[in-house]
């Protein structure tokens, strides 16, 4: 696994000769802290005061941390939650333009309490920063993409208050994401194709110990009937868990709560009508592993080795590694 400590660095991919340029965004995470506790209003908040600005809630995951205790026999939070939340009105049309938007879609919505403290933080990634780890560089998409975030702050300032600060960006990986294609010869019935791949995919997942931690239709959403996504056949977003993972990393020995932003990961998954391809992407373990400036060596090594069998999975589903890029304009 190689270094890269600077984020001022130029990552580069190759894609038909193109080559991406990190932003100069310095943050990472936005960040409110709260010296009382507020989960009950922050749990109305999340489903109730988001849909407000577009944004809905999927597959809630409340006190992570008593399944860690129970798990492992030791925590040392007092609460960590995951809020998987999407803004649909801006999301979904511009999944037409990149659909690695959906690397982040939904994203998380984080709260986590230390016992050491007992003060209670909620934070999410900033939208530069997914922007940067997806390589996605279109100035209309970062433009759009990036504004509809601030409804967002300034209802989380208006509803729950908080002291805003923010973490900043400690690095960068030197491969960010994993892309993926699986073709598939013509189905007479594609509905069954796509429900014999799901239960592959999800048993591949699972017998690695993976938990499939929720699963979102973007196309077929439930909370709009139109369909803005006419050119795909189907588009899902799956949130992807290793617990033993996740209590390494967020709970444990020099625990890293903070880093609970990035869960669960979500995994992309797309086809397109006149194409027998199945498209696959997520960023990696790594990507944030590293922006988070995590050093500790067994956190990496653990990192390093689940980002390797993420990757067999795919391969074992008959998935063809791809360069990272927009995946409608290559060839």
Known sequence: ?????????????????YAFTSSDNKNLVVVYTFDEENDERFNEFTKKDLKEIGYFLSDPHHRVNDTYEKKFGKTDLSLISFSSIMNESVVRPMLNKDPRLAGFSPFNLLSYRKKSD?????????????LD???????????????????LDDLIKEKLGGKKSYLPVKGRAEDTMINFEIPFDEQEDIDDFFDEFQEKFEYAFE?????????????ESFNNEEDVMPEFLSFWSYSLCHIPYSYAIFDGENAIPEAGIFAPCSMYIYVKKGENKIVMGMPTLSSWVFALGITQKDKLE?????????????KSLGGK???????????
């Open 1 to 17: 696994m190689k270094f890269i400590i600077n984020i001022l660095l130029i990552s580069i991919f190759t894609l038909s000769g």
């Open 118 to 130: 007992m003060k209670t933080v909620i934070a999410h990634l900033t939208p530069e920063l997914m």
């Open 133 to 151: 780890i997806l390589e996605i560089d279109d100035k209309a998409i970062r433009d759009e993409y990036i504004a509809s975030f601030k409804p």
């Open 207 to 219: 017998i690695k110990g993976f938990v499939i931690a929720g699963f979102y239709d973007i196309k």
């Open 302 to 314: 653990y990192t390093k080795k689940l980002d390797d069998e993420i990757v067999k999975i795919i």
């Open 321 to 331: 590694s791809m360069p990272n890029g927009n995946p409608l304009l290559s060839k």
